[in-house]
């Protein structure tokens, strides 16, 4: 078994991966680090997901590295000009050469007695296994399993002649021009395929349980394009990525705040788009606004192809699967050639790998998080979490910031440990993401950390907020405890 070795070892190469690995490489450039991925490109999520239409549901100005600005003027980018921004940025860091493909994370050991992680891989194309040592561990691995997507058990599923698809597995050139295509989902993947695929498909449905709100954005940030003309690139972004998250946390807060308010807006702006002749029961959820992400679609192509008679919208539960389609429960049959199950992820934290502490295995149920970036009782680990209720990559680039600070703290005083204690038995029942209800979420319960009943044990999704306290708090609060050479204990400030 091949043993390497490294200081700071980085697991994934998706968008935090990276912009963790580029925060590095500027701010501690002698640092030595290393990144495994699974996959053989660049960009996780936006290598993984290739199915039609695919693209952010967040703007790219707040979506972007802040230290490498999106410098586009599309608000919402297709899933191939994100990876290849991501690509872009690793090349021009120079970290895609600190990445070792084709490794898949299998277990990560803490060792208190020589203070080091003692990770193992599993090379899939040949079936070795490598051991890397590092004192620091990053894993930026998302949360849902990249293997297999969710899809709920359909009756008569296995009679269906047509053609099964998810998502998370399009198959290389797919052809559905002159096919009738029924999406199951309503979330954002759906509210994606479905124009996507109205551009050929003789006609698409989307079937759905029940309504998300859906939200039409422009497809192009006119202010932005303006202020290109006249001032200089830099400060255009600075300003755009301001006003966007502003934007961002303002909804969020209206919606929590006046949810009656927002809903009537939100559903006013929907009726406007796909006029008199679309039912609104379909797009009238039961629960308040940002109680689930909002999908949001670039120009309402959504409504477009509904109102063009291209594509429509279908509210019921699936009975069985018929060889020609589908059966509802309300008796109505559904014809389809092709289905698209658009049903969600699967979860799992660390990519699947175990993590153990001095050989005994640690659930990250029974650990709480702390400043939402490290984990209670696991020395020398950094857990990358994005936001889900603004754009994922705000809150990589405020953890990867608070870790370079963090690191350079323990070289300044001298220790090379650092472990959040809780000393109070903050744990709750509550998952770090119980804030929102979507189905994935609600499946996160099981998997993900645990909440605690006040912060730092508690994940607050507000990007000001965790601003303050990761950029700008005393790294010694009482809570995170160090360790030096040779030191058997830890020990507080």
């Known amino acids: 078994m091949t043993t390497h070795r490294t200081d700071v070892l980085v697991i994934g190469a998706g968008v935090a991966g990276i912009g963790v690995a580029c925060r590095l490489r500027r701010a501690l450039p002698g640092r030595d680090f290393a990144i495994l991925e699974r996959r053989a490109g660049i960009g996780g999520t936006w290598d993984l997901f290739r199915y039609p239409g695919i693209r952010s549901d967040s703007d790219m100005f707040s979506f972007g590295y802040r230290f490498r600005p999106w410098n586009g003027t599309r608000v919402l980018a297709d899933g191939e000009s994100i990876r290849d921004y991501v690509t872009a940025t690793a090349r021009e860091y120079g970290v895609d050469k600190a990445i070792h493909h084709g490794l898949r994370v299998l277990a990560a050991d803490w060792s208190s007695e020589h203070q080091r992680w003692t990770v193992t891989a599993l090379r899939e194309a040949t079936g070795e296994r490598e051991t890397w040592v590092c004192s620091f561990l990053v894993t930026c691995t998302g949360y849902y399993d990249y293997d297999r997507g969710h899809l709920p058990e359909f009756p008569g599923a296995e009679r269906f002649e047509g053609v099964r698809i998810h998502p998370q597995h399009w198959p ?66 600075r300003m755009t990525r301001r006003r966007n998250i502003g934007l961002q946390r303002a909804l969020f807060r209206t919606a929590r705040r006046f949810p009656r308010a927002t809903r009537r807006m939100l559903l006013a702006g929907v009726r406007r788009a796909v006029g008199p002749r679309i039912d609104m029961t379909h797009f009238s959820p039961a629960y308040d606004p940002w109680d689930e992400r909002l999908c949001a679609v670039p120009d309402g192509d959504l409504f477009r192809v509904l109102r063009e008679g291209r594509a429509d919208v279908v509210t019921d539960t699936v009975e069985t699967f018929t060889p020609t389609g589908i059966r509802l429960a309300s008796g109505r049959e559904l014809a389809a050639d092709v289905v698209v199950t658009a049903t969600g992820l699967n979860l799992q934290a660390f990519g699947g790998a175990t993590i ?97 009943r006040e912060f730092p044990w508690r994940m607050v999704m507000d990007y000001h907020h965790d601003r303050k306290v990761l950029l700008s708090d005393p790294i010694e609060d009482g809570v995170l405890a160090f360790g030096g050479p040779g030191s058997a204990r830890l020990t507080g400030p």
Request: proline letters at 6%.
């Open 172 to 237: 290389r050139d797919f052809d559905h021009t002159g096919k009738r295509v029924v999406v199951i989902g309503s979330g954002a993947t759906a509210v994606t395929l479905v124009p996507a695929l109205a551009d050929r498909a003789a006609h698409v449905t989307m079937l759905q349980r029940s309504p998300s709100y859906v939200l039409s954005v422009p497809s192009v940030d006119r202010i932005t394009a303006w202020q290109q003309r006249f001032l200089p690139g830099p400060l255009v972004a």
């Open 356 to 452: 153990s502490v001095d050989g005994e295995p640690r659930d990250l149920q029974d650990v709480c998080t702390y400043k939402s970036v490290m984990l209670e009782g696991i020395p020398n680990l950094a857990w990358v979490f994005g936001y889900t209720n603004a754009s994922w990559t705000l809150k990589v680039d405020l953890a990867a910031a608070y870790l370079v600070r963090l690191l350079r703290h323990l070289d300044a005083t001298g220790r090379t440990v650092a472990v959040p204690v809780d000393h109070a038995a903050n744990a709750t029942d509550e998952g770090v993401v119980d804030e929102l209800t979507s189905g994935y979420i609600r499946r996160a319960k099981d998997v993900m950390p645990r909440q605690g």
